[in-house]
């Protein structure tokens, strides 16, 4: 081989590596980076502790049981005097609010705020046996009122099952329900009295 096929062959040889590295970088425009699509798992938070529940002292849960403590209601049982007409017999289910104290002071004044707005009731009759009052109630039920009844204590110490009807936001609503009320349960003087549901659980 002489000098020059060398020289020529060699120069060939470089144009063509050169043509194949640099030729598709040339072609190819502008390079596109491709990122892959993937979420940063973020780091763990510090740990700030556990807030402690603050307890009830003694002073604020007597007063809040001073607030709660239902009155005396100086009212003498209705089924322990001769009545004429007997009440039904059969066995219905006494619906009755508890009288438990609050645990906390916050959640009873919140109450209070949120419930301030007093209802109106109706006390149709105070027994000495659920049976009576739950037979009352029946017989109120049945013919369409919204009845309730709550355990009392009159000032003699006997404790009683009330039976109320109500409550109603609209005092005057009850007031037209009394004739009704009144021939249903043969008790001349029934009144509407203020019902306080944060006073009265």
């Known amino acids: 081989m002489t000098p020059a096929f060398k020289h020529r062959l060699l120069g060939t040889v ?25 979420k940063v798992i973020p780091a763990r938070p510090e740990f700030k502790g556990v807030q402690q529940q603050q307890v009830a002292n003694s002073d604020t849960i007597e007063q809040v049981r001073a607030e709660i403590t239902p009155d005396t209601v100086d009212e003498q049982p209705v089924d322990l005097a001769p009545t004429d007409k007997p009440l039904p017999s059969q066995q219905y289910a006494q619906v009755t609010a508890n009288t438990s104290p609050a645990t906390t002071a916050a959640p009873a004044r919140t109450a209070a705020t949120a419930l301030a707005q007093a209802a109106w009731v109706v006390r149709v009759g105070s027994f000495s046996k659920a049976e009576n009052a739950n037979a009352l109630v029946a017989k109120l039920r049945q013919a369409g009122f919204t009845t309730f009844t709550r355990n009392i204590t009159n ?5 009683l099952t009330s039976v109320l009807v109500g409550p109603e936001l ?26 306080q549901p944060t006073e009265n659980n």
């Open 155 to 159: 000032s003699q110490g006997l404790k």
């Open 14 to 38: 470089i144009l063509v590596l050169a043509g194949i590295i640099f030729l598709p970088d040339l072609l190819d425009g502008e390079k596109q980076v491709v990122k892959d699509d993937f």
């Open 170 to 195: 609209r005092k005057e609503r009850l007031e037209q329900q009394l004739p009704k009320l009144q021939q249903l349960t043969g008790i001349e003087r029934l009144n509407v009295m203020s019902y």
